[in-house]
């Protein structure tokens, strides 16, 4: 979309999303004048939030309630009122798309009690939450534009498959936003543009020996979401666009695995899961203590010693201990083997801080191993500067973690850390040619029947096609680790095959190979199709030449006839 009056980014979490937005005018005259809507109530405690939590509530005909905080708190009160059976209630389900190899539109997930919907149902009407949530926001402002005018992005980790991104995309058609207003953002890059704008002094860790902005400064990017940990290496151009140094990697280590270790904690006390049974019995009480929880993970850092106190639901938590274990929870903590380390005060409990600490090990771990990955894959380049964007980055005890395993880096955390993709995508949008060029996660390719060679390909693969010798093999488009600058095209030529023929159908393979040999080899899968459209059919054969573009966020492609040298109409079909 060329020259968009306005841009709005919707920043979609695993735990928390939200929108920013800016007009051309202010990203011209001042680029980091981005308005990030900040009236997300956060619940009883009545904080004002940059982002709410992603979960969703609909009614009995599946039309939208509520999403965020009020959807947390309205179901709430529904369960407590046994007023929810007729309901949907939906949250976290963003990583059902990275859990899922095989995403597609008929994908169906669960809501909390197990009720199925399709996912872009699901996924859309999220979206669509939070444009309509904008568009509020807009009006009570008083300011009107035209939908056609806006430029909307879209953000999700650079480690999702293009079926995942093909996915986002479908879902926001159903929140009204169509193709041609929708940029996909790929989360770390979206933070490291961000990043390239701030003053030194808003580079918490930072020196002045070296800058972010200066010409060829090379840095990893290590965003930490609720979900997922994405990480990237990046250097910066003279011209001030950026060039990825190696293709992004990432694992599901998240803020939300160190909630998940925090629930087996209690599994593992009282011998039942708990903490699921408080959340479908009592979701007022769960909330309650998710929300002390998640304070506790900001505030808990290497230094802390002693124990650490936030209040729990205690009486609801006794009483379902009761029915499952005819004991309160103070018993079973004595029975168990934490029972020197988590004491029952009050309404309060208190954990040792080592035992907090315990909780953030596997994630830690798993993160120090993606940084070291890193590092090998660019084993001849130093990567002085490690950036720490995300919301779970903004963890003191994650911050020291990295620190203490890379002493010989700097480890920076910019300010408005868990902002920083949000914030970045809206520049984004203004600049897609921020990015110059990308690294190739996987190899591409079509199939392809050729001479079989008994000293290249497998004798199993030899088929005998019009008496002769042929073999299907992997036809390169492009390889895996290959930089493709934005712009640049690579051309393949396709014939029909029958007379008359209206589309070409070609299909796509993917693979996590450098040099796979078959389409069916291990680490090889089916992509999608590309579908061209034959202008003019003819009892003649055509040749389509076909432009892919690997420099984007997702592939694209575009086709011409040779005969008339008029353009075809493409689609690919992923899902």
Same mark, same amino acid.
């Given at each position: 979309m060329a020259n968009p009056l306005m841009v709005v980014a919707i920043d979609f979490g695993t735990t928390y999303s939200g929108y920013a937005f800016s007009t051309r005018s202010d990203f011209f005259r001042e680029p980091l004048k981005i308005h990030a809507n900040q009236a997300w109530n956060s619940g009883k405690k009545q904080l004002l939030s940059l982002k709410t939590p992603t979960c969703l509530l609909l009614g009995k005909n599946k039309e939208t309630v509520a999403f965020g905080y009020e959807a947390e708190d309205a179901y709430a009160e529904l369960v407590l009122d046994n007023?929810?059976?007729?309901?949907?209630?939906?949250?976290?389900?963003? +990583?059902?798309?990275?859990?899922?190899?095989d995403v597609n539109c008929?994908?169906?997930?669960?809501?909390?009690?197990?009720?199925?919907?399709?996912?872009?149902?699901? @996924?859309?009407?999220? !979206?669509?939450?939070?444009?309509?949530?904008?568009?509020? #926001?807009?009006?009570?402002?008083?300011?009107?534009?035209? %939908?056609?005018?806006?430029? %909307?992005?879209?953000t999700v980790p650079a480690i999702w498959s293009d079926k995942a991104k093909q996915f986002m995309r479908t879902s926001a058609e159903v929140a009204d936003i169509q193709g041609g207003n929708l940029l996909i953002a790929l989360e770390p890059e979206a933070a490291s543009i961000y990043c390239q704008y701030l003053p030194n002094e808003k580079l918490t860790g930072k020196d002045n020996s070296v800058n972010l902005g200066d010409d060829g400064v090379i840095y990893m990017i290590v965003d930490l979401g609720g979900g997922t940990a994405d990480l990237t290496v990046h250097e910066k151009h003279k011209d001030g666009s950026i060039k990825e140094l190696c293709r992004a990697n990432g694992e599901d280590c998240g803020? =939300?695995?160190?909630?998940?270790?925090? !629930?087996?904690?209690?599994?593992?006390?009282?011998?039942?899961? +708990?903490?699921?049974?408080?959340?479908?019995?009592?979701?007022?009480?769960?909330?309650?203590l998710t929300r002390e929880f998640e304070t506790v993970k900001r505030k808990i850092d290497s230094s802390s010693t002693g124990k650490v106190n936030f209040c729990i639901p205690l009486s609801t938590i006794n009483s379902i201990c009761k029915k499952q274990k005819r004991c309160e929870l103070e018993e079973l903590i004595q029975k168990s083997s934490f029972k020197n380390k988590i004491l029952i005060r009050g309404d309060k409990?208190? !954990?040792?801080?080592? #035992?907090?600490?315990?909780?953030?090990?596997? *994630?830690? $771990?798993?993160?120090?191993?993606?940084?070291?990955?890193?590092?090998?894959?660019?084993?001849?380049?130093?990567? *002085?500067?490690?950036?720490?964007?995300?919301g779970f980055s903004e963890c003191k005890l994650?911050?020291?973690?990295?620190?203490?395993?890379?002493?010989?880096?700097?480890?920076?955390? *910019?300010?408005?850390?868990?902002?920083?993709?949000?914030?970045?995508?809206?520049?984004?949008?203004?600049?897609?040619? @921020?990015?110059?060029?990308?690294?190739?996660?996987?190899?591409?390719? =079509?199939?392809?029947?050729?001479?079989?060679?008994?000293?290249?390909?497998?004798?199993?693969?030899?088929?005998?096609?019009?008496?002769?010798?042929?073999?299907?093999?992997?036809?390169?488009?492009?390889?895996?680790?290959?930089?493709?600058?934005?712009?640049? $095209?690579?051309?393949?030529?396709?014939? =029909? +095959?029958? *007379?008359f023929q209206t589309a070409m159908p070609i299909t796509l393979y993917v693979s996590t190979n450098e040099n796979p040999k078959y389409v069916d080899e291990e680490g090889c899968s089916k992509f999608g199709e590309v579908v061209v459209d034959i202008p003019h059919?003819?009892?003649?054969?055509?040749?389509? !030449?076909?432009n892919y573009n690997f420099g984007k966020t997702e592939l694209t492609v575009s086709a011409r006839e040779v005969k008339f040298g008029s353009s075809c109409r493409t689609r690919i079909k992923l899902l």
């Open positions: 007023k929810h059976k007729n309901y949907y209630y939906f949250d976290k389900f963003k +990583m059902r798309l990275y859990e899922n190899k008929e994908m169906e997930i669960a809501d909390i009690v197990g009720k199925k919907m399709l996912a872009t149902e699901v @996924f859309g009407k999220s !979206i669509k939450a939070l444009s309509d949530h904008f568009v509020d #926001l807009l009006k009570t402002e008083g300011a009107s534009i035209e %939908w056609s005018e806006i430029q %909307w992005v879209l803020g =939300t695995s160190v909630d998940a270790a925090f !629930i087996r904690l209690f599994d593992k006390i009282s011998g039942f899961a +708990m903490i699921n049974k408080l959340k479908k019995d009592d979701p007022s009480s769960y909330l309650d409990i208190r !954990i040792d801080a080592d #035992l907090i600490k315990s909780l953030f090990a596997k *994630p830690i $771990e798993k993160i120090t191993a993606l940084v070291k990955e890193m590092n090998t894959q660019l084993k001849a380049t130093d990567i *002085p500067l490690i950036v720490m964007v995300g994650i911050q020291s973690a990295l620190k203490q395993a890379f002493p010989q880096k700097r480890v920076i955390v *910019p300010e408005d850390a868990g902002i920083s993709v949000l914030k970045g995508a809206v520049l984004y949008g203004h600049h897609p040619e @921020f990015i110059a060029s990308r690294v190739i996660r996987y190899s591409y390719g =079509t199939d392809s029947y050729v001479d079989f060679d008994p000293f290249v390909h497998d004798a199993s693969r030899k088929e005998i096609m019009q008496g002769k010798e042929k073999c299907e093999v992997f036809d390169f488009i492009i390889h895996q680790h290959t930089q493709a600058v934005i712009g640049s $095209e690579i051309q393949r030529s396709y014939f =029909t +095959m029958y *007379p059919p003819s009892e003649e054969n055509r040749t389509v !030449i076909v």
